[in-house]
């Protein structure tokens, strides 16, 4: 409700209680607009000239956009901007909405995203401002305005913040001004969440010679004719699921694990496979998901015949092929929303499995919910420490200074809250995978409320688990668990073999991705005069490739957005315009050979269908 008072000034009623306590409201939103005018809200994600070691496409054009004289000697603790330009804006709050019509009199304003926790707080606005006079002065610079909505899951709703800005493009996140309104809990985390966390969201990016790697490896495990998870044979409920990572708890919990192999199906995550061996342990499925060829060499690293001729291994769907050569049985599954999947398209009946990263840990949880599993263990999923230097259980490869990828110590570790007690150290892959794992577990648990996961793991408290200590545990079944295992196993099955034309696929994608770096070549074959019209011109190709099938999009979309953002943050802190100019219009001819190189790799890549394996 609104409330006039006699003297005109105007508040708003929740439930006969005014928000704001002054008797002139219309004051303190001066007040407040005038404080944003003198000291912005601005949260910056400092991105830095870093040299990859990488040998891969992206990586050598990356290092390019490093490379410019422009660079050699800018000062990394300042920007230069023009004070009246907002590229993005996030408003936190709008109640009256005297300040959205302030920002965009007094700012050239090119993008808004206006977040609230309530309809009921918009809608007196609609009486107080202009908002045709507010959506025209965006919309006529080619920008948008957009409203959130987030009543209920704080996390869901910075998810969708974050997903906003991705579609608007992710560079303008790293210079984000912040209006903010009024505060609450919701607003306070999403505030945290950019500030601490948005170098996670760039860092997520991906880039083309992933999704390369991806459509090579899912292409070759067809051609190998490997078994595909279907996922049409549910579990029976009559054992449960162990998931048992590599956290330095499993040297607590592994006895139990052993107690219990046969009456409960063990799903064994990554380099947890070795400490297996030590034990005399087998896993029933053994999960794998990181496409590189790392993963067949850590496997090759502990390999032995006459315990690998026992090991099924279940792997996602894009894993380096030559992995399931190593053991006695197998199959892949199939790992939605990516590139990969352009060869299933009709194959429906497949299950696709989202999330399966960014650790094992999520691929072995996306497989188990797959199957049915309601009561789910986790055993050494820590993703989190006690000691820095002790990031994985004994036994493992880690204890192994010749291991090629040997890890001393975390260097870049932060505390979060711990299962069974009040902190522990993690880092921002663990981090992240934890954030994704209580995300599986709530939306299974919206479809099956009976499921419960029991969390033994001395680590990093996951929400929607249970803690449960290891003296506690009790396995209360005395069924054998090997039929139930067989049964699953029968998911995996070669009925897609007469369905699929793999070859035929390639060579269609290839030449389509061609027609896109194409039209990508072209949107960057303009001059840029400034750093609006480099804004301008990435926000162009980012709604070009939000408008094209989805696959394509994912091919180029997370190297597109890495130059830009590169070039975007690096060129804020060129204080000279001719300067920075050059320097924009230096990063597009990058990005315009990146995608003529690009067009080798896909011919190439497009000739593997003329080969027989």
């Known amino acids: 409700t609104i409330d006039i008072a006699n003297d005109g000034n105007v508040n708003l009623l929740i439930n006969g209680n005014k928000v704001f306590p002054t008797e002139k409201p219309f004051k303190m939103y001066q007040q407040q607009f005038k404080e944003f005018q003198k000291n912005p809200g601005l949260i910056m994600t400092n991105i830095t000239k870093v040299k990859s070691d990488f040998d891969t496409l992206n990586h050598r054009m990356l290092n390019r956009i490093n490379d410019h004289k422009a660079l050699e000697n800018i000062d990394e603790s300042s920007v230069n901007w023009d004070k009246k330009t907002i590229p993005l804006i996030v408003v936190f709050g709008v109640g009256l909405g005297y300040h959205v019509q302030w920002l965009v009199e007094n700012y050239d304003v090119y993008n808004m995203i206006l977040v609230d926790i309530d309809y009921e707080l918009i809608k007196p606005s609609l009486y107080t401002i202009n908002w045709k006079k507010v959506i025209e002065s965006i919309y006529k610079k080619g920008g948008e305005i957009t409203f959130i909505i987030e009543t209920e899951d704080p996390f869901v709703g910075i998810d969708v913040l974050i997903n906003k800005i991705k579609a608007i493009h992710p560079a303008l996140g790293t210079f984000l001004f912040v209006y903010e309104h009024y505060e609450n809990d919701f607003i306070n985390q999403a505030k945290e969440f950019l500030k601490d966390k948005y170098i996670e969201v760039i860092r997520g990016f991906g880039f083309f010679d992933d999704e390369i790697w991806a459509i090579e490896h899912t292409y070759k495990n067809i051609k190998n004719q490997v078994k595909v998870y279907y996922g049409d044979v549910e579990t029976d409920n009559s054992v449960p699921a162990f998931i048992v990572g590599a956290g330095p708890s499993l040297d607590q919990t592994i006895e139990i694990v052993k107690k219990y192999k046969d009456n409960a199906v063990i799903f064994s995550c990554g380099t947890v496979l070795k400490r297996f061996m030590a034990e005399g342990l087998y896993p029933d499925f053994h999960i794998e998901i ?50 990969g999947m352009l060869f299933f398209i009709n194959l429906p009946e497949a299950q696709r499995l989202e999330p399966v990263n960014p650790t094992v840990a999520n691929g072995a949880m996306a497989l188990a919910l797959s199957m049915g599993f309601k009561n789910i263990y986790l055993f050494g999923i820590d993703l989190g420490f006690k000691d820095p230097r002790k990031h994985h259980t004994s036994k493992t490869v880690y204890d192994d200074e010749n291991f090629f990828a040997y890890l001393e110590e975390f260097k870049n570790a932060f505390t979060v809250k711990g299962n069974f007690t009040e902190e522990v150290f993690t880092e921002d892959i663990y981090n992240f995978s934890r954030l994704i794992l209580q995300n599986q577990i709530k939306a299974y648990k919206s479809i099956y409320p009976d499921l419960k996961v029991y969390n033994t793991s001395d680590g990093a408290y996951i929400e929607g688990t249970i803690p449960l200590k290891p003296e506690d545990i009790k396995i209360e079944t005395a069924v054998l668990k090997h039929k139930e295992v067989e049964r699953l196993k029968s998911n995996f099955k070669r009925d897609y073999i007469k369905k699929l034309n793999p070859d035929q696929d390639l060579e269609t994608y290839c030449d389509n991705a061609i027609t896109v770096a194409d039209q990508l070549y072209q949107l960057h074959d303009k001059p840029v005069n400034n750093l609006i019209d480099y804004i301008k011109q990435i926000l162009e190709v980012n709604k070009y490739l939000n408008s094209i099938n989805f696959l394509y999009y994912l091919l180029y979309r997370g190297s597109m957005w890495q130059f830009h953002t590169q070039a975007y943050f690096l060129s804020l802190k060129i204080h000279h315009d001719k300067e920075r100019t050059d320097y924009l219009n230096y990063s597009n001819q990058v990005v315009k050979e990146f995608l003529q190189e690009s067009k080798k790799v896909l011919t190439k890549l497009k000739s593997y269908s003329k080969i027989k394996m």
């Open 290 to 339: 990181e496409r590189t060829k790392d993963t067949f060499d850590k496997l090759e690293f502990i390999y032995d015949e006459e315990y690998f001729k026992n090991l099924f291994i279940a792997m996602a769907s894009n894993v380096y092929p030559d992995v399931l050569k190593l053991s006695g049985d197998g199959g892949i599954f199939l790992k939605g929303g990516d590139s």
